[in-house]
Nanobody, 127 residues
């Protein structure tokens, strides 16, 4: 069983920055796909970014490419998402997710690819 706990959300003005963290515990596999997703009110959950811990390979949605950065600190078992140049449309609940082993690169930004989920942290961007 993998346990994920997000933190770092908050309210910022457009153009600001935040860093989200996700503490990953309880896993017994040598590598994982770890992802960040978000869900705005009335919208479907969408993939934002993902990282394969076995090779530090990263994936990004076009909407955040160049503004968000995903990283994983193995020593702390913590997943991060740096959010820069935030826009009001980035407002959403942000979730981290995990799936043991490798994954099809074409699927890593789809929620069905993940087995474990955190409870989410809210990001609100005002104009």
């Amino acid at each position: 069983q993998v346990h994920l706990v997000e933190s770092g959300g908050g309210s910022v003005q457009a153009g600001g920055s935040l860093r989200l963290s996700c503490d990953v515990s309880g896993y017994a596999y040598s590598s994982y796909i770890l992802g960040w997703f978000r869900q705005a009110p009335g919208k479907k959950r969408e993939g934002v970014a993902a990282i394969y811990t076995g090779g530090e390979i990263t994936y990004y949605a076009d909407s955040v490419k160049g503004r968000f950065t995903i990283s994983y600190e193995k020593a702390k078992n913590t997943l991060y998402l740096e959010l820069n140049a935030l826009k009001p449309e980035d407002t959403a609940m942000y979730y981290c997710a995990a799936h043991p082993g490798a994954a099809n690169p074409e699927l890593v930004l789809f929620e069905d690819a993940y087995m474990y989920w955190g409870q989410g942290t809210q990001v609100t961007v005002s104009s």
